[in-house]
């Protein structure tokens, strides 16, 4: 699993039919020490229902065909999760709630 910050939506009228009515978010790799964005930028399928500037994670390959949402579906990324909190050596780098 991929750490990323979704940063926006990418919006296709006209996709492969199995593709209709689900989400495109555009998503910003991070790293987790810092919580800045690498300026490394994939398009995934929204899995669980992630919105604008929430800490997400997200498979890629094979795996990002194995949720119900993207089951059949032809896909190569897919947010799985949506962060709450992230810990290093003891210490919150980030905590959605804010604290």
């Given at each position: 699993?991929?750490?990323?910050k979704v940063v926006g939506t990418v919006v296709s009228a006209h996709?492969?039919?199995?593709?209709?009515?689900?989400?495109?978010?555009?998503?910003?790799?991070?790293?987790?020490?810092?919580?800045?964005?690498?300026?490394?930028?994939?398009?995934?399928?929204?899995?669980?229902?992630?919105?604008?500037?929430?800490?997400?994670?997200?498979?890629?390959?094979?795996?990002?065909?194995?949720?119900?949402?993207?089951?059949?579906?032809p896909t190569d990324a897919t947010i799985v999760a949506i962060v709450?909190?992230?810990?290093?050596?003891?210490?919150?780098?980030?905590?959605?709630?804010?604290?």
């Amino acid at each position: 699993m991929v750490l990323a910050k979704v940063v926006g939506t990418v919006v296709s009228a006209h996709k492969e039919a199995r593709l209709g009515g689900i989400k495109f978010l555009l998503l910003d790799k991070i790293n987790p020490a810092t919580m800045q964005g690498k300026n490394d930028y994939v398009v995934a399928i929204d899995g669980v229902g992630a919105g604008p500037g929430e800490v997400v994670f997200y498979v890629a390959g094979s795996s990002a065909r194995l949720t119900a949402v993207t089951d059949g579906k032809p896909t190569d990324a897919t947010i799985v999760a949506i962060v709450d909190n992230i810990e290093i050596r003891g210490e919150y780098v980030y905590r959605k709630d804010g604290q």
